[in-house]
Every structure is written in structure tokens, then in C-alpha cells.
């Protein structure tokens, strides 16, 4: 079967999208001089839809990346703690009287539970029960809170037309649907499913924000602006210019101070996942000179098919950049860990043997309008 997917990376500190690709990708030279009839129709009549940028474009339940929200909600809230350890013992039962018993993906694959597990230890084992019972515990209007903080189910605001809100998981998305939002949402909403939807776009700034210690930044494409004068125009100025632009209001999200200790939490599972014995992705990063937290993802659709996701940052002690890939139909987010190996190492210069760098360049000034 053939793929398609999309990968972004960005400098977690800045905000800065360092790269962005969509595949099947198309030759956007072939649109400088006018592009031919016949190739712009092979574009438009070809099933995998090239021209469709699926970084802002497409929307994907995260699945398993989602529970690092699930799990800072959690800790912040109070309805769990560090150190706390919740007994994965098969399938979950919301009650006496449930007929709706869902399990972990663990007990469906070798018939047991995971056992007793804190935090850490669940993002590590990407544990699903124990995410159940903490979103459970906390409710769906805290999990939305979250969320939104760390910027999912609305815009980024990055200087593209077409970009896509996607769609958080809430009591709100569920009365658009018709439906009476229930305990069965909530715990399908703490493992990345139910309504969740989100693009690539908005998933780097979320592990951008994980990995710089849960602080707020804006995604953009624009390094700088340099007025004529040599004077740097200021972003806050840019910002405001190209919300104008693209009709885009500012989002008003409420400035959380996640504590420190629940972000340790949560970043030593996600080390966990490419360095611990239980990892989800240990044998990817097993041999990888620079540590790397990640956390796999696998996100059931609409007819089966299983979407892949792998969302990771590096260096693990001082985090530089974060990398999202989401593979459609990829099956495991195991698989998907081989290309953000492949990203990170590039980026620091793991795979280069020979460089010949131009260090001449012509200056250039193009005017807003």
C-alpha cells in the first residue's frame, strides 16, 4: 500500500518551523512559469492528492502521543501525583452496572495487564488504563483546558493560507455532533481518540512546549522581516499583520504555569520510550548517539486502517528541536520512529561526510503591501 504522510520540525525555544514536508509532494517550480494542462491535471486526478499540504491541511487523531497532556492534566489537577502508582489489571470498569469494559492494548496482545504503574512508567509502556482512570478522575473539562494550553484544536497562526483548526475532543464537539457528551467519550478522549483531531502544524507546537518545559510559543515560518533602513521589523508587528492577512483572531488561551516537577514527569517517560527496557521505540534509538524523548502513537480510523504517529525532541538535556511524523494507514508509530532517527541526525550532522558551503550571499528587500 502506498503512503502518504507529513513531517514538520521545529526549534522548540523559538517556534521556528525549520522544515515542513508533505508526501506525495509535486515540483513547485512547474508553477513559476505556468504550469502545463496536462500536468496540473495529473496532479488534480491523482488519488494521493499532491497539491494538498497536509501539514496544515489534514487533521489526524494523535492516539498515544496525546497522553502527555492527559498525564500533565492530571498531575496539575491533583487527581494523581508522581509517584502514585495505578494497577493495570485488565479491562477498565467504569462501573458495576457497565456493560462498556475497554482495556489496554497490552492485555488485548498477551492477556494480562500491565501491572502497578506511575506517570513515567505509563507514557514509557503507553499504558491505556491508566490513562482512563486519571481522565476519569479529572473530568473532560480539565483535559480541554490543557489542551488548548499546549495549543491543540486551534490554529497556529503560521503564515499559510488554508491552515485548519482541527477539532479538540469536549463536551462542546460533542453537541455539534448531535450527542450528549459521556464516560465512555472521556475515556476514549484521554488516549488521543474520540473527537481529537489535530494537524501536524499544531502537534509540533505541542512537543515544541513539552520539550522547552511546557512554555508558550508561536509557530512561524518568517525568520525576520528587515525594513529598508536595516531596522528589524518586530514579531509581535508581523504577527499582527499576517493574522490580518489570513482573518486569523488571536487565540485567548488562559498562561498556565505548569510546575516543574510535572514536566520532569512527563519528559522522563518520554526518555523512557526510546532508552527504557519497556520503550515503545527503544530498539529505533538503542544504538543513537544523542538522546532523544519521544512517544509512539497508533490511532485507529474510520474503516480499520490504523494511522502511525512519532513525536519526538533532542537532545534530551537541553532540547533543540522537536520532530512530528505521521505516516496515513502506517500501522505502528514504531515505524515511524526510523524517519524522526533519520531527522534528527541530519540536523546535527550525524550523516555528513563531505560539505561544500557557499558562504557568499545577496542581500534582498521586498515591500508589504
Not at 22 to 30: I, K
Not at 226 to 239: M, Y
Not at 315 to 343: D, M, Q, S
Request: aromatic letters at 10%.
Amino acid at each position: 500500500m502506498q503512503k502518504v504522510g507529513a513531517v514538520v520540525v521545529t526549534n522548540v525555544n523559538t517556534g521556528e518551523i525549520l522544515a515542513m514536508a508533505s508526501y506525495p509532494d509535486y515540483e513547485p517550480g512547474l508553477f513559476y512559469n505556468g504550469i502545463s494542462n496536462e500536468k496540473y491535471s495529473e496532479y488534480n486526478t491523482n488519488p494521493l492528492n499532491p497539491l494538498h499540504n497536509r501539514t496544515i491541511q489534514s487533521s489526524y487523531a494523535p492516539g498515544s502521543t496525546f497522553k502527555m497532556i492527559t498525564a500533565i492534566a492530571a498531575l496539575e489537577t491533583g487527581v494523581t501525583n508522581t509517584v502514585e502508582k495505578i494497577n493495570d489489571n485488565g479491562p477498565y470498569i467504569l462501573s458495576q452496572n457497565s456493560k462498556y469494559k475497554p482495556s489496554c492494548w497490552y492485555y488485548k496482545d498477551y492477556g494480562r495487564g500491565h501491572g502497578p504503574l506511575n506517570v513515567s512508567g505509563a507514557i514509557e509502556k503507553s499504558c491505556n488504563y491508566f490513562f482512563y482512570e486519571v481522565g476519569t478522575r479529572m473530568g473532560i473539562d480539565n483535559l480541554e483546558k490543557y489542551s488548548r494550553y499546549f495549543g491543540l484544536g486551534q490554529k497556529t497562526g503560521i503564515e499559510l493560507y488554508n491552515e485548519k483548526s482541527g477539532t479538540l475532543a469536549s463536551k462542546s464537539a460533542a453537541e455539534k455532533k448531535g450527542r450528549t457528551w459521556g464516560a465512555g467519550d472521556m475515556l476514549s478522549a484521554a488516549i488521543g481518540q474520540s473527537y481529537n483531531d489535530f494537524t501536524p502544524v499544531q502537534m509540533a507546537k505541542y512537543i515544541s512546549m513539552i520539550a522547552n518545559g511546557g512554555h508558550s510559543i508561536d509557530l512561524s515560518i518568517v525568520k525576520s522581516v528587515v525594513n529598508s533602513d536595516g531596522t528589524q521589523v518586530p514579531d509581535s508587528e508581523i504577527r499582527q499583520f499576517t493574522n490580518q492577512k489570513l482573518g486569523i483572531e488571536p487565540n485567548e488561551v488562559e498562561n498556565l504555569q505548569i510546575k516543574e516537577e510535572t514536566m520532569r514527569a512527563v519528559l522522563e517517560g518520554m526518555r523512557a520510550v526510546t532508552e527504557g527496557e519497556s520503550g515503545t521505540a527503544r530498539s529505533i534509538f538503542s544504538d543513537f548517539d544523542i538522546s532523544v524523548g519521544g512517544k509512539t502513537g497508533s490511532a485507529e480510523v474510520t474503516g480499520g486502517d490504523v494511522n502511525a504517529w512519532f513525536v519526538g525532541f533532542a537532545p534530551f538535556e537541553k532540547p533543540e528541536i522537536a520532530v512530528i511524523v505521521v505516516v496515513e494507514n502506517g500501522g505502528h508509530g514504531y515505524y515511524t520512529a526510523e524517519v524522526v532517527r533519520e531527522v534528527i541526525a541530519e540536523y546535527f550532522g550525524m550523516n555528513m561526510q563531505y560539505v561544500n558551503e557557499v558562504m557568499s550571499a545577496e542581500h534582498e528587500t521586498e515591500q508589504f503591501n
